[in-house]
């Protein structure tokens, strides 16, 4: 998952910008009338009226709804009454509704479904949406009634959500600039508003990067070793291009490319691989290096600013971590064990290219071709073998939604009578154990050349008592879309990824929260629930009732079952070496001084996986820096660390499982009323020792990776 704006990091997700009745919105002219976004969906849950939305909403939208906000927020620092909890900080969650309406819906379609007017419009919008959340957070008059309250908060007699609330408002004005003078006030608005523009280049640039970046085939014998349906997706894309008679290969948003796997064309392979490696590095309009190097020079001034030596540790205050030395520590020393496997594999497959007469050496455009040979010869397990028994609606409904059943009771029902922004969406109503409504999930799983890579989840509406709204949630993928009439089959790691983004959408739909700004995580805890719910993917009872043949019904074969779970841990050194090189490198970029110069990217990028001893040449980092979407654009600046901390969360909550009966409705519910419900109510830490009875430890996650005490 992926925050997808720094906008809604900013403003949304501090719970300043919240769902709400209709704004004090004074006279609204016949256009706004005619705007759907000027009143409340009367749809199931709010959900959007994507039948009735047009481009040409959004921005008039989000200048009212920034308008309505700032007169709501004065009316409440100018209240001539002393502060107090409803009139203060319940006022301040119940103001910004038009905004969040717009905003929400807004940057989940420049993501998932953009175009050209939607990122000029972005472009236009974010710097001032950023200034935006520096005039509600730079506010005086605000910011004291906020401490007035923070300073007497022990004898308001509030319920611990009421009370923590308030500690996380003075918390985040502090960190927005509260306490600054008016000279360096001025000067983080300046920064502030760089970063908006910078940010929203970055995305752009890498959007137009891999969509230019694809391989255009003139023959089809070299797509040997690729699967009939993905010769054909190919197919399709080029005709979508207007090539007929050609194929095309989109790149995904990783460095290393899912054909690579597959491709026996070796040509091909490091054809694919310099694509994907060159995006915003070779010159050009869309080059990002500069975007960069100017991002990784003023946060450590904006932390400066604040208070902190550097970005990493501003950011890390704020996180379970707490300090960039205790990220360090766990992603360094695993690094050992990783690489030790990885020199281990790597003799395997060069014995099987010096066995070939290959003539040359293990390169990183060869390693998941031969990691493939490798596990067919020592596992006898081929992913074309694999792939049949993964349809995509058996994995959705007998898979995904089954397990959400066995542990929560939870039902779906698919809605096609509600409207969505593109044909491929689909729509489902959740309803709890009881029967009752509790949220609306989307799903969006097929790629295309106008959404951003990767996968990820959010939210169209979010749950609050105090709003009295219900979550409705989205899931976007990147899988091949099939020709017409053709199954869609998934890999393993698709199925992975379905389960993954679920988890992160059953900790939004549980959600059982007040007030909209407790609604959030930190990013080294959000991840927790979602890799939590990809161990479900393996369970027995689960894996049978969807892992069955697309054309036959049959199950797979118990021989092919333990296949692919006795090769679980191969090539798991590769896989979290590349992992925490990206980790390592994201904590080098932003622990950055103040007062460094510009860097020379490529040079700094290099001097920091060396410096770390990941720098192997066979294993490229997950993300180059100038197509780091995560750290430079999607909001884990500091923070890609957190998919490794919430692993050791996952499965260290696994084990609990494993120890007191699996899958059970009992255990789910005990891990869905102290976990998933809970949201932000309180600190993150305490949220986990509630559920495991103790602190986390790693032990569990070095046997999951087959990295138990260091060996290979």
């Known amino acids: 998952m992926k925050f997808k704006s720094l906008t809604m990091v900013l403003v949304l997700t501090m719970g300043i910008v919240s769902l709400n009745n209709p704004t004090k919105s004074g006279h609204v002219s016949a256009a706004a009338a005619a705007n759907p976004f000027f009143s409340e969906s009367t749809l199931p849950f709010h959900a959007p009226p994507f039948d009735k939305i047009k481009d040409s909403d959004y921005a008039p939208a989000i200048e009212e709804g920034m308008k309505n906000q700032l007169a709501e927020i004065d009316s409440i620092a100018n209240n001539p009454a002393a502060p107090t909890f409803a009139n203060t900080l319940e006022a301040m969650e119940r103001s910004g509704a038009l905004l969040t309406r717009v905003t929400k819906v807004f940057f989940n379609l420049t993501t998932a479904n953009t175009s050209d007017t939607l990122q000029k419009i972005k472009a236009d919008e974010v710097p001032k949406l950023a200034a935006h959340s520096d005039a509600i957070f730079l506010n005086a008059k605000l910011f004291a009634r906020v401490k007035a309250l923070y300073d007497s908060r022990d004898s308001l007699k509030l319920d611990p959500e009421s009370h923590y609330l ?41 959007l137009a990067e891999t969509n230019n970046g694809a391989l255009v085939i003139d023959n089809k014998a070299d797509l040997e070793g690729l699967s009939e349906n993905d010769i054909a997706a190919a197919a399709e894309l080029a005709k979508e291009r207007k090539l007929d008679g050609k194929w095309v290969i989109a790149l995904q948003n990783t460095t290393q490319q899912p054909a690579m ?3 026996k064309n070796r040509a091909l392979r490091e054809r694919l691989f310099q694509a994907s490696v060159s995006r915003g590095n070779h010159g050009g309009e869309n080059d990002t290096k500069a975007i960069v190097a100017r991002l990784a020079q003023l946060r450590p001034q904006r932390a400066k600013l604040l208070g902190y030596p550097d970005h990493a540790t501003f950011t890390l205050d704020d996180q379970m971590a707490k300090t960039p030395q205790a990220a360090e520590q766990l992603l360094t020393g695993i690094v050992p064990a990783a690489t030790a496997k990885i020199r281990n594999d790597a003799a395997r497959m060069q014995k099987l290219i010096d066995g070939e007469k290959g003539g040359f050496t293990l390169g ?236 020379d990217v490529n040079a700094f990028e290099a001097a920091s996986l060396k410096r770390f001893q990941v720098d192997l040449p066979q294993v490229p980092p997950r993300y180059h820096t100038t197509y780091f979407s995560h750290i430079w654009d999607g909001g884990y600046s500091a923070g890609y660390y957190a998919y490794l901390w919430s692993e050791v969360l996952d499965d260290d909550a696994f084990y609990w499982f494993k120890e007191h009966g699996g899958l059970t409705r009992a255990n789910g519910q005990r891990f869905r009323d102290l976990v998933l419900s809970k949201g932000g109510t309180q600190d993150v830490a305490t949220t986990f020792r509630n559920f495991r009875g103790r602190d986390p430890i790693v032990e569990p996650l070095l046997e999951e990776r087959g990295l138990r005490g260091g060996k290979p």
């Open 166 to 206: 308030i500690e996380r408002y003075f918390k985040a004005f502090v960190r927005a600039g509260a306490l600054l003078s008016e000279a360096d006030k001025e000067t983080l608005r300046g920064l502030n508003q760089e970063e908006a523009k910078l940010t929203t280049k970055f995305e752009d640039d890498v």
């Open 261 to 263: 796997t597959f491709l």
């Open 364 to 599: 990183p455009a060869d390693w998941e071709y031969y990691a493939e040979k490798v596990r067919k010869a020592e596992y006898d397990l081929d992913d074309s073998q694999i792939k049949p028994y993964f349809e995509l609606e058996h994995v959705l409904h007998d898979g995904v939604f089954f397990a959400a059943n066995k542990l929560y009771g939870i039902t779906f029902k698919e809605r096609k009578d509600l409207p969505v922004y593109q044909p491929d969406v689909r729509v489902f109503e959740v309803f709890d154990a009881n029967g009752k409504s509790l949220a609306l999930f989307y799903a969006d799983y097929f790629q295309r050349s106008n959404k951003d890579g990767g996968a990820w989840q959010d939210s169209f509406v979010d749950q609050s008592n105090l709003l009295g709204t219900q979550p409705v949630v989205i899931n976007v993928t990147n899988f091949t879309k099939p020709p017409a009439g053709q199954p869609a089959l998934l890999s393993f790691d698709d199925v992975t990824t379905m389960f993954h983004e679920f988890g992160h959408a059953l900790h939004a739909m549980f959600s059982n929260i007040r007030y909209p700004m407790l609604g959030g995580v930190s990013r080294d805890f959000v991840e927790f629930p979602s890799q939590f719910n990809e161990h479900w993917a393996l369970d027995p009872t689960v894996f049978a009732n969807y892992a069955k043949h697309y054309q036959t019904g049959k199950p797979m074969p118990p021989a092919l079952v333990d296949k692919i779970k006795r090769s679980r841990t191969f090539n798991q050194g590769y896989a979290i070496t590349e992992y925490v090189s990206a980790a390592l490198l994201d904590m080098a970029w932003h622990s950055l001084p103040a007062d460094a110069p510009l860097q």
